[in-house]
């Protein structure tokens, strides 16, 4: 009965892959994408990812860009190969400026993604209004 199983999930595994590639590609189109969904399309496009390789590839980018430590995937599930997602978000957290390499790589990242937040809201987060704005 084994083959017949894995069979049948091979056989359903394309499509699969194939509806949620183009759910995210309709997204994009849309504009209702997020920086996620552009970066799974990028995996994909630059490296010929599949949709499980494009979510780690993202998934690896977005922790390298927000300053996060770098946490590798560690399941593959249907009979996937864990090297090649491992491959798959080493290479997005290169690309969104990680190095594991690095000893204090992930404290400058974090002081940089926090630089940036600061920088789209004009002002650092505060608990109330400062006394200046008081009415």
Known sequence: M?????????????????????CTTAKVARAEADEQDRAIL????????????SIQ??????AAHAGWAH???????????LASLREAYDRGFA????DRGDLFDQARR????????EQVSGRPD???MLPSLWP
Request: aromatic share 12%.
């Open 2 to 22: 084994r083959p017949i199983f894995v069979a049948t999930a091979e056989r359903l595994e394309v499509p699969r892959q194939a509806h949620n590639l183009d």
């Open 42 to 53: 990028r995996g994909r496009d630059l490296y010929a990812y599949d949709w499980d390789a």
């Open 57 to 62: 590839y993202a998934q690896g980018r977005y």
């Open 71 to 81: 946490r590798a995937p560690f399941s593959a599930g249907r009979g996937r190969s």
């Open 95 to 98: 690309d969104g400026g990680g």
């Open 110 to 117: 974090a002081f940089g993604a926090e630089a940036r937040d």
């Open 126 to 128: 505060t608990a109330r």
